[in-house]
């Protein structure tokens, strides 16, 4: 099943967010086969806004804990909030 998992980051993340992106790059490369597609939305100054991936997984309990284990999610220092929606095309 498909899941769109949505993280809004935190106004002042970018530090953190900085910090452990090689961690976050690595750990997507890691899990691609899951991952049908993802990336940010961007504000107006092309600064990231929101995490969108769309990835597949057995079940929510499965999109949870991909998510929970993602850097950015783990730090508790860059999103502000994470939804995850049941997706289909």
Do not use: N
Not at 53 to 59: F, G, N, P, R
């Amino acid at each position: 099943m498909r899941f769109a998992i949505l993280c809004t980051l935190r106004k002042d993340s970018d530090p953190a967010r900085m910090a452990l992106r090689l961690r976050h790059l690595e750990y997507i490369r890691d899990h691609r086969e899951m991952i049908v597609f993802g990336g940010p939305t961007i504000d107006a100054q092309g600064k990231p806004e929101v995490m969108v991936l769309v990835i597949d997984a057995a079940d929510a309990l499965g999109a949870e804990r991909f998510i929970a284990k993602e850097p950015y999610t783990a730090s508790g220092q860059v999103f502000a909030s994470t939804v995850i929606r049941p997706w289909r095309r």
